[in-house]
Nanobody, 126 residues
């Protein structure tokens, strides 16, 4: 049984940083494509970042240069380092795990990911 547990969310001021973690069980983080998605109130879920089994990463234009996705194979954990946070980054952030090897195009297709965490809230104040 696959379980994804996110942590690390919180409230910060604009310009601050947070690091989200997604601890996986029943799933190996470097075996398939994984990603981070977010959903703000009243908006659709959007892709933030993905990483595939070769370590290739992809980012939404809105977070490029500010966010970094990474994984720790020993801890079997996915991370999202978020720097220079903006109020528009406020959302519930979800970890997603796929069953396909490469993430190409996956930022825009959340339906491809069969496994999801419960989410962690990030709130950025101006």
């Amino acid at each position: 049984q696959v379980q994804l547990v996110e942590s690390g969310g919180g409230s910060v001021q604009a310009g601050g940083s947070l690091r989200l973690s997604c601890a996986a069980s029943g799933y190996t983080v470097n075996r398939y494509c994984m990603g981070w998605f977010r959903q703000a109130p009243g908006k659709e879920r959007e892709g933030v970042a993905t990483i595939d089994r070769d370590g290739s990463t992809g980012y939404a234009d809105s977070v490029k240069g500010r966010f970094t996705i990474s994984q720790d194979n020993v801890k079997n954990t996915l991370y999202l380092q978020m720097n220079t946070l903006k109020p528009e980054d406020t959302a519930m952030y979800y970890c997603a795990a796929g069953t396909f090897l490469y993430c190409s195009g996956s930022l825009s297709t959340s339906a491809k990911f069969p496994y999801w965490g419960q989410g962690t809230q990030v709130t950025v104040s101006s």
